[in-house]
């Protein structure tokens, strides 16, 4: 099964293992067996598909500037996959106005212009409007609006229209109670309608542009918190509103795009089981006594989410003339991967900070996350990390004491000009061999880790334009 969805993906594209595992919910393809999660499920077989059969490409390597992340159907059976696809009434690939599309259960088209067509329209609602499955829009991007015709499908599980911009959201699709995914390019407020849709697993809204009249914030309706299937949020510039009623999201475990504003201990505490936490803020040329707040308002991150095993936090057009601080309060013991950005602290402050994650395994630093020209990793700290990745910093001077990083397999300092010197006191002979890649760093920094190659267990991946 696995192999014939994926083959109906457009050729040569990558296929976001993570949005196609929420697809493959949606549509009851898979279910969680024992303590295995469903993407280590999908993996395993995957990489059975690949290895055994070759019938996918399957590369998940360490994020590296030079490393391959790939993920779709091999190029020779690509062609054979979407054909056996649609001989089984499984799925099938729109190629033009006149398609066959007799009681296929799921849509598919790589020009989502297709869609448009009013015979196209007549051929579905005709064909197979009444059993169709999923609607899959998965053609470039089009900047402007195109309209597609509402069709009557009752039985939809999966829209997944993220290419697709609209200006409005059809009234048809707030009737399709037994949708459990849905992706929309849409800029205005969501309709409070959209609570109608109670069997909903994702919920993924992505403005077509970013622009907000000063002093406004926009909210999700706050009927969302009736919605109890909701598993995976994203709204990129749509913030959870205060809950008027005891109703709790539970099942909630990915939550994307949101501000600050979403963070407050009164609404944390109604999405107790968050696994995956990204939160956005950008500075704006004016002040705002809230945004000057946004910060402290973030302490009771680890005291409600118990469960929070990946942060993200990034901050759009950082403003670098007054120092900030991170409260400490925002990072829980539970934390595996850490993303930040923007916030221009001193890097003493990430010393704090790796104190109290003893499970960090990725840490991710871009944009000025802090800034100075030394960062001194003390000893004993990072004991589990296995990637470092630094980006975008006027960081001089990098130094790792004696004990720090022993598991580190992959340092990665990317964009970082004034960067002169590597300093790593690491007792040899270490079990782990560790990547050091420089991308666009200063030649002093080139020479510096040249003189770790022969101390320690080290491999260089690259360097660029500076290569070792």
């Known amino acids: 099964m696995l192999f014939i969805y ?7 594209s990558d296929i976001n293992i993570h949005k196609l595992i929420r697809r493959l919910i949606a549509e009851g393809f898979v279910e969680v067996i024992g303590k295995q999660t469903l993407e280590n499920f999908i993996l395993d077989c995957s990489l059975e598909l ?8 399957v590369e998940l390597n360490q994020q590296t500037m030079f490393s391959r992340n790939e993920f779709r159907v091999h190029s020779c059976w690509q062609h054979f996959c979407k054909k056996e696809a649609s001989k089984i009434k499984f799925l099938h690939v729109l190629q033009s106005w006149d398609d066959d599309m007799k009681d296929q259960r799921r849509l ?4 989502n212009s297709l869609f448009a067509f009013k015979q196209v329209y007549d051929s579905v609602n005709i064909d197979c409007a009444s059993i169709i499955r999923s609607l899959l829009c998965l053609g470039p991007y089009h900047q402007y609006p195109m309209s597609i015709h509402a069709m009557d499908f009752k039985l939809m599980r999966v829209l997944d229209a993220l290419t697709v911009r609209f200006y409005h959201i059809p009234v048809e699709i707030l009737k399709l109670v ?5 992706s929309l390019t ?3 407020e969501l309709p409070v ?3 109608n849709l109670f069997q909903l697993q994702s919920l ?3 403005p077509d542009i970013c622009i907000k009249r000063r002093g406004t914030v926009s909210y999700m309706p706050v009927g969302i918190w009736n919605m109890q299937e909701l598993q995976h949020i994203e709204g990129y510039g749509l913030n959870l509103p205060t809950p008027n009623s005891n109703a709790t999201l539970n099942k909630v475990s990915t939550l994307f795009g949101v501000s600050a504003k979403s963070c407050t201990r009164e609404i944390l505490k109604k999405i107790p089981n968050l696994e995956r936490l990204y939160i956005q803020m950008e500075w704006k040329p004016y002040d705002d006594e809230d945004d000057n707040n946004s910060l402290s308002s973030l302490g009771y991150i680890s005291e409600e989410l118990q469960n929070l095993v990946v942060l993200n936090y990034s901050v759009e057009n950082p403003h670098m003339e007054y120092e900030s601080t991170i409260p400490l309060s925002m990072f829980p013991s539970s934390l595996t991967v850490l993303y930040l950005s923007g916030f221009g602290c001193p890097w003493k402050h990430i010393n704090d900070i790796c104190s109290l994650l003893p499970n960090l395994l990725k840490l991710e630093l871009q944009h000025y996350a802090f800034r100075g020209p030394l960062w001194d990793i003390e000893s004993e700290c990072f004991l589990k990390l296995k990637t470092l990745v630094i980006g975008d910093t006027d960081l001089v001077q990098w130094r790792a004491q004696h004990g720090s990083l022993p598991s580190l397999k992959l340092l990665s300092i990317q964009h970082c000009y004034k960067l002169k010197q590597l300093d790593w006191t690491r007792d040899p002979p270490m079990v782990t061999t560790t990547a050091i890649e420089l991308f666009e760093c200063n030649p002093l920094a080139v020479a510096s880790a040249k003189q770790l190659r022969p101390k320690f267990s080290l491999q260089f991946v690259g360097t660029l334009p500076f290569e070792l």
């Open 108 to 111: 598919c088209a790589h020009s």
């Open 193 to 195: 309608s959209i609570s």
């Open 186 to 188: 849409y800029n205005k």
């Open 50 to 57: 690949a290895r055994g059969y070759h019938l996918l490409l």
């Open 204 to 206: 993924i809204i992505k």
């Open 178 to 182: 037994c949708l459990k995914y849905i």
């Open 6 to 12: 994926v083959g109906a993906f457009p050729p040569y």
